[in-house]
DNA sequence: CGTTAGTTTGAAAGAGATCAAAGGTTGTGG
DNA sequence: CCACAACCTTTGATCTCTTTCAAACTAACG
């Protein structure tokens, strides 16, 4: 990897090479002009975080903002009596961070091992201000979150836990087949970047409901699982029959707003 | 009103005077410089909704965007069994498509009598490309919606039935105090603008429940229910205690985030 | 006034939560 | 390499909240 040395916080105190960065074609920087581009290099810190590790908590002064690198992460909100609810998931590419707000709304917790590229908020600002390529890419990312962010509110306001469960089968296997970059086919294997406790925050239910759900589903054939964090899908068709929005998640559309910040 | 003449569609055919527009000062073309605001004055076409019509609708080809000038609406996402969820709230000033996608993705209800200020989404699309202040305030816009659908997900996926109805006042009490410029009072009247089925799809819970604890809130003396769509909180205060996140709707914070597209 | 749509209330059923315990994995130290 | 601890996952039994089905009530409107 790219990160040459590290200090005591995660920080690295040199060079990160942008040509090879995993991201270069997506993040909020990908459409940026040679200077713009340079503007960045400056002003960028990489950061890396470890599994589980607060990325940031709502409430707090919000410093920076930046891309995610490498890793997934979510973002999640609690209820004072601590009832917990993920409302969003960050993958590569994808930007952390509000510029125009000085208080972060959001806890972000790393769901992997997670590196950053980030810029003090202040910075970054002077930037999209002064970069019509960089607000315009920013504002092209938001509008798929909320896009996303609004499909994802029918299945927590609506959906059985049966269809919230191969929902988020759905998302997954249709993110894996945008980054990979390969068709979807009628079976895939996915690898869960969750425990079964993320997975209910997320959906909105209990551990022990997403854990008979599974069982369920694998007793109806549509899902085999494999050890803790892999399972196998022998028929993504028949998966999302069971969603309760089949039409949807057939058709392409999903596979570009569903993924947290997808672009062609 | 500026509406002079009307056809059959609701379109006007010529003049509105943008000068007294009900939202100038925050639509997304509040910032822009005279000659682009020529330019959006050159394409714009007022169209109105009478309530309850369908201002657009899921799947089809998005052919328009622009800005609700008065009124409010709805978006709304269903599965295909028929039921409903509610996604978002538009309010005047709040925008109205999506840029860069050619098939709408939600269906959107006009919740009242509603007017429009549309463009052609080629046209809007070559004015955002051209005006950084024009791309910078939808992505102000953008990021406050954004905000607050993810607050949104948190109550859909974790709160009472309780909880949920009152969450739902909240908002719509600290809506009528930024829309007002009011501070909020320890007591509120609230005009409902939704009959009881919409709440019902706005909450992810069914019209008798809401009808329920329409009637058990009033029991405690937390509401007074004044006919049919109007009702009076007594105490503010005493009524986000019961949100199960009243720290959050305490906090200023909220004023912001849960408009549709508040800006100071 | 009577009709209709919207709202409230009641009783029963169902889905998911909660409480409790047993099974499995993973990791560590002997 | 095995044993044990800690953690995660699954399964079971029961309870609670929301839905469903049904009927009564109320307000608006012709």
Redesign the pocket.
Known sequence: MQVTSRDATGTTTDKFNCSVCPVRDHAVCSRCNPEEFEQFKAIRRIRSFSKGAHIMRAGEPMTSVGSLTRGSAYLRRSLEDG?RQMVGLLMPGDFIGRPGRREVAFDIIAGTEVQLCQFRIGDFERILQASPAVSRRLLEMTLDELDAARLWMLVLG???????LTSLFALLVQHDARHMSRKIGISAKIE?P???????EF??????????????L??DGLIR?E???KILIPDYLALIAETGDSESWRHEFHGEVCLSSAVE
């Open positions: 009832r609506r959906a059985t836990s049966r269809e919230r869960l969750f425990a079964r406790s993320d997975i209910a959906l909105g239910l209990t551990i022990e409901t997403v854990s008979r759900r599974f069982s369920d694998q007793g699982i050890g803790r964090r």
